[in-house]
């Protein structure tokens, strides 16, 4: 009698949707685009492309960040909204209190029956994940659902500014190195993407590396795992491959003991699903799997549709506390790309 094979494993053995760039990719019917009013250059580029590619548009909805920066280009995208004669609203998502924050986005898209795409491009990495989680839990899955990115043409630091920055710092001396962002103001744990540990079992933490090295040292901290994967990000570019290095050296990973390490392109959520998909494999029945989506946007992708189907990992993301001047973050716009999410529900329904 041949054994029926478990979601993990279906999802595993299934072929997943590529990215396509936005020009090679036909989308019929009204659209419904949600965004976010980031203060990066690119996070008003999907919906500028899709207004001169005379996209049918029924509706914008606009994420705005609370506490509010005034650098975030909120007022800039209603502005291109009511240029365009385009029906508008904004819903607030407050980062001290971000529970249930993909379903009420989601919930703002229901009755909609064409296209929903989700520009992820000004997007938090948690709320990647929360909206991912909303979306695949709606009565029509991700049917019609798109994740829209943008990638930015530049993305500081500089390779210079962060060899200088470590010339002299050896891991363990109390000078402290940053760039972008600082601190932690929490570690969140939702409750709609929480689980529960049996008694007694070990914790793995599954951990994506940032230039904001106090985001692991205050996970370890707070969750005390017993073992730690750590999955680095390799970005499509030669010119910022550099980063994996300058950031594994940043935070310690070296030095660190009961590890494993994974290397997985920072674009296509794919091999982040797979890689996921596999330590789930090794280690889900014995340990209490915590995954932390701190790399990058289309990584958090793949660990919204990896929770999607598995309710026993559990998401804690480490709420940054400080960032620096919006001026130092990405510049300029490049490609973007459009993810059709529909294959997952009409291959592996709920």
């Not at 990638?151 to 010339?167: D, F, K, M, N, W």
């Not at 030095?255 to 091999?271: D, P, V, W």
């Amino acid at each position: 009698m041949s054994r029926v094979a478990r979601i993990d494993e279906k999802l595993r053995n299934m072929t997943k949707p590529e990215l396509h760039p936005v020009d090679e990719f036909y989308l019929d019917g009204d659209l419904v685009i949600v965004t976010c009013a980031g203060f990066e250059d690119r996070s008003v580029a999907l919906l500028n492309w899709a207004i001169s590619s005379n996209k049918r548009i029924s509706n914008v909805i606009l994420v705005e960040y609370k506490p509010i920066l005034p650098e975030n280009r909120l007022e800039e995208l209603i502005r291109i909204c009511e240029t365009s004669n385009i029906q508008y609203q904004v819903i607030q998502h407050d980062r001290e209190n971000q529970s249930c924050g993909g379903e009420e986005i989601i919930k703002a898209t229901a009755g909609h029956l064409g296209p929903v795409i989700i520009d992820i491009s000004g997007m938090s990495r948690l709320l990647i994940v929360q909206i991912v989680v909303a979306l695949g839990r709606r009565k029509t899955g991700f049917r019609n659902a798109f994740i829209g990115y943008t990638e930015a043409a530049i993305y500081p630091p500089s390779i210079y500014e962060v060899s200088e920055a470590l010339r002299n710092v050896t891991y363990g001396d109390d000078n402290d190195v940053y760039f972008l962002s600082s601190g932690v103001h929490d570690v969140s744990i939702v409750p709609e993407l929480s689980s529960v540990a049996l008694q007694g079992q070990p914790i793995r933490l599954i951990l994506f590396p940032s230039f904001n090295p106090d985001q692991f040292s205050v996970l370890r901290s707070v969750i005390q795992p017993s073992y730690v994967s750590i999955i680095h990000g390799e970005p499509p570019s030669d010119d910022n491959k550099w980063r994996q290095e300058a950031i594994s050296s940043l935070n310690g990973i070296a030095h660190l003991l009961h590890k494993e390490e994974y290397t997985i392109s920072t674009l296509h959520h794919s091999a982040t699903v797979d890689t996921l998909l596999n330590i789930y494999k090794k280690y889900g029945d014995l340990q209490k799997l915590i995954i932390a989506p701190t790399g990058s946007k289309m990584q958090s992708v793949g660990v919204g549709i990896v929770r999607t189907y598995l309710e026993d990992l559990q998401i804690a993301y480490p709420t940054t506390r400080l960032f620096s001047n919006p001026s130092d973050y990405t510049h300029g716009v490049n490609k973007s790309f459009i993810l059709p999410l529909a294959d997952y529900t009409d291959k592996l329904p709920l």
